[in-house]
């Protein structure tokens, strides 16, 4: 009988949580009205559903409603943040962008896309633990940047960015601050006020949400961002992206996150304790190495190299037995090393020995240890057949 692999990809993405289902199921059939007819109760019911999951998410940020624009994911709100904002402040005679070399190519692709136009961009390297130097984001903000991009939690190795401070910098320099928190949201702390970001981009299905749905946050006062549409048409979204809003998604979105928030402190701790028993049980074995910082990072996220073992080989050992990746699942297609193993200095062969485990909220300390035995024999097997 074929038996399902154990999920440990977390980072790529999660399954629905029942209950996200449960509320998402009525916009799908009884309720499905388009939110933006004005005329009849078919869109008044969406529309207030739609307000509703845009309160849920504006008061999980500390944002106002008016600032959430809902997109198809984080791609999308990264793209519209990064384009946009270039596209609105270029005519001010400012043509600069700041990023980090371990952003997600949803941040990094419309970088180079905006310097193929003429825009220059600087990508600041990480340091050995992935985490940005502050002291070389002050000296690289220039009087013509316009925009830093710095993404709160990383998608390979889970490291958090100290948000407070990169804000706190932007801000004394009068440039706005963007963060890609599709990785954070709803399981490390987001308040735009308090890191003073101007624009946030976030995804559902990184939380138990449904796929294909995401915002972006932007900011209507001190200062007011200028956002360039980037998606133009019916001119929902107060301009920012046009298209009908998919009801089931939103509310499933914002029952997410909402979700997320309360179950928060609990997620953390089966999350770390499972990380924590997984890093554990992998030690047993010598030449296991920890990517990324080891406490400032997400709690369900372990990324290691493993020492004297080929990539490939290492993945298909464990192919019918783990759901794992081995760099992020978004670049998977690629055969290249992660870029970001390599900006933490990793050497080729141990960014391609790598394993991204990805716990989520339903996985057991018994699949753990399952994992756990199986990594190693791996491990083991293909070390003597060297
Ligand atoms: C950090 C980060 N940014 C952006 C994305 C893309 O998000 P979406 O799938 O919602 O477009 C992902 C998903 O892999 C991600 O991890």
Redesign the pocket.
Known sequence: MYHRPIYLDA???TPVDPSVLQAMLPYFTEQFGNPASVTHAYGWEAEAAVQQARETLAAAIQATPEEIVFT???????NLAIKGVAEAYFGQGRHHLITIAT?????LDPCQYLQSLGFEVTILPVQPDGLLDLEQLEKAIRPDTILVSV?A???EIGVIQPLVEIGQLCHQANVLFHT????AIGKTPLDVNAQQIDLM?L????IYGP????ALYVRRRNPRVQLAAQLHGGGHERGWRSGTLYTPQIVGFAKAVELGLTRLDQDTHHLLSLRDRLWQNLQMLDGILLNGHPTQRLPGNLNISVEGVDGQALLLGLQPFVAVSSG???SSTKIEPSHVLRAIGRSDPLAYASLRFGISRFNTPEEIDQVSDRVIQTIQALRQAT
Not at 73 to 78: H, I, K, S, V
Not at 203 to 206: L, V
Not at 211 to 214: E, F, S, T, V, Y
């Open positions: 980072q790529a993405t198809s994911g984080a791609t999308e709100a990264n952003e997600h190519h949803a941040v993404m939690a990383n998608n890609d928190a599709a990785q981009s995804t559902a299905h990184k796929k294909g749905i995401g992020s699942a978004c």
